[in-house]
């Protein structure tokens, strides 16, 4: 029996957009003027979706006080010129259309800054399809998804949504174990920035490969 979605909530980054160009750039960026040459952007691949102070203290071995000196550079290229450099996927408008037609209620729950994913939304004409809308704080810290993905679920709540049939859209496995700490589903999308066999490791409910295929599980 098809599952009757009452709040579907996306994750930002390699799910609504693409992000990437600005994000690895920026990443390149700040590690260049901490002394750590990185010419291959595809290796900065894995910065896209996790708090960028916890990638920072992961893959370089930085600590908190660096890590969050290097998001400061990083945010010196990023907030005037990267997050420019994105671009909506091609008919994820559409869904979201689709999506708002059927009376769904839609949210957002990512990891990004708060003022940052805002602008990005804002300026694709994509914001007020999201009543409900939780990213990180602006400091950046406590952005951990089943964090946001909990916020979330309480601010729809809040807006007369019962929640009680709840599902989260991403593209890493970051989306999916936030997801399942919160006890949803999740669907995984593969037009992101997952690695093959990403989402089969963590036990993904659903994998979609198009659009269509998204709107069909959510409608």
Request: proline share 4%; net charge negative.
């Amino acid at each position: 029996m098809k599952e009757n979605f009452d709040l579907i909530l996306f994750d930002l980054d390699g799910t609504i957009t693409d992000s990437g160009e600005g994000i690895t750039k920026s990443v390149q960026y700040a590690l260049s003027k901490l002394g750590i040459e990185e010419p291959d952007l595809e290796n900065l691949r894995k910065f896209i979706g996790p708090p960028l102070i916890d990638s920072f203290e992961k893959y370089y071995g930085f600590s908190r006080e660096e890590a969050v000196h290097a998001r400061e550079i990083f945010n010196e290229r990023y907030q005037p010129i990267g997050w420019k450099e994105n671009r909506p996927y091609e008919g994820i408008e559409e869904v979201l259309k689709a999506l708002k037609k059927e009376g769904k209620m839609l949210g957002i729950a990512t990891s990004k800054p708060a003022d940052t994913a805002n602008r990005v939304l804002s300026h694709f004409g994509l914001r007020d399809y999201f009543p409900v809308f939780c990213a990180a704080p602006l400091n950046g810290i406590g952005g951990e998804k089943a964090g946001r993905i909990q916020a979330a679920i309480e601010d729809a709540k809040t807006l007369g949504c019962e929640a009680k049939n709840v599902i989260m859209v991403g593209d890493t496995k970051f989306d999916v174990l936030g997801a399942h700490e919160c006890n949803i589903p999740c669907v995984g999308v593969t037009w992101g920035f997952a690695v093959e066999g990403e989402f089969e490791s963590c036990d993904t409910e659903f994998v979609v490969d198009t659009m269509e295929e998204l709107l069909e599980i959510l409608k």
